[in-house]
T-cell receptor, first 111, second 115 residues
């Protein structure tokens, strides 16, 4: 399985943008890039996913490098409620729908 | 919709006891999954099901069994509880169209302690 590398933790100030990086240098052409987040004491929550092009939704934006070896999840204005562990996951489009979670990035948001 | 519900929320088992973790979804999703999450770690897939009557092993299936007799329910059974099974268990579901599922919906989890 293609692996992802994320920083263990990041800090942000409230109401400022946050850029969460993810490296996936061994990504294959059929791998989708998924982001989930897990708030304290809750189950993971889907955030966004993409294949090649940048994606936007109501929660976040996903910027994918041209060579697809890295991606960045962008929270446009961090709130205290965005404090969570963010997981960057590669899903093989040809191998079913399994998700392999790594350690993720713990985002701390300061008021 | 209630989404994905799990019972119980918490449970303490003695070594060697058995129990069933219940999971129900009301979204008519065909795919269902069981994960476990050890402290400070990411989730690991135990078992999954692509539809009623079909189940398959994930990354860490040893010590667990599942069944999928209906679309809605996907119980996870621990036959002989061991301390290594102390963990938080999450059930999830997704809908797959053409074999592709983009978003998994997770339940709130069951915190299990085996002593």
């Amino acid at each position: 399985d293609a692996k992802t590398t994320q920083p263990n933790s990041m800090e942000s100030n409230e109401e400022e943008p946050v850029h969460l990086p993810c490296n996936h240098s061994t990504i294959s052409g059929t791998d989708y890039i998924h982001w989930y987040r897990q708030l304290p004491s809750q189950g993971p929550e889907y955030v966004i996913h993409g294949l090649t092009s940048n994606v936007n939704n109501r929660m976040a934006s996903l910027a994918i490098a041209e060579d697809r070896k890295s991606s960045t999840l962008i929270l446009h204005r961090a709130t205290l409620r965005d404090a969570a562990v963010y997981y960057c996951i590669l899903r093989d489009g040809n191998a079913g729908n399994m998700l392999t979670f790594g350690g993720g990035t713990r985002l701390m948001v300061k008021p | 919709n209630a989404g994905v519900t799990q019972t119980p929320k918490f449970r303490i088992l003695k070594i060697g006891q058995s129990m069933t973790l219940q999971c129900t979804q009301d979204m008519n999703h065909n795919y269902m999954y069981w994960y476990r999450q050890d402290p400070g770690m990411g989730l690991k897939l135990i078992y999954y099901s692509v539809g009623a009557g079909i189940t398959d092993k994930g990354e860490v299936p040893n010590g667990y069994n599942v069944s999928r007799s209906t679309t809605e329910d996907f119980p996870l059974r621990l036959e002989l509880a061991a301390p290594s099974q102390t963990s938080v268990y999450f059930c999830a579901s997704s809908i797959a169209r053409g074999g592709v599922s983009n978003e998994q919906y997770f339940g709130p989890g069951t915190r299990l302690t085996v002593t």
